[in-house]
């Protein structure tokens, strides 16, 4: 199902799958990232066939997008310095590609990994 925005050159659709690819490979290009997804579902680096829709999921209402999105991270990194790296890089990446406002990114961290 595609996703519909207007601007002033007309009206856009994006499928989610895009704005999921774009959110994954947002966080896992951010530094402390082991890989995207959960149990054996995993995404570790963005030239994956694999898709990310284990790990990231999109909501849309109107011109506005929510992600939910679950890491596993690096051992020994600050939790709380990756979170925010990868919850500004998502928010950035997405708003820049698709034009619409993203709310909010939701983060769980499914592990930690060696």
Sequence with gaps: MAVSTSNL??????SRKA????????????????????????????????????????????????IYIDLIICFGMPIDAIINSVRNSIKYRVENFSGMEVLFVDIRVMGIRK
Excluded at 34 to 63: F, H, Q, Y
């Design 19 to 66: 704005i999921r690819t774009v959110a994954g490979v947002a966080a896992l290009e951010c530094y402390g990232i082991w890989g995207v997804g959960r149990k054996k579902r995993i995404v570790r680096n963005t030239a994956s066939e694999i898709s990310l829709r284990n790990g990231v999921r999109v909501w849309v209402s109107k011109n506005k997008v929510g």
């Design 9 to 14: 050159y007309g009206n856009i659709a994006i």
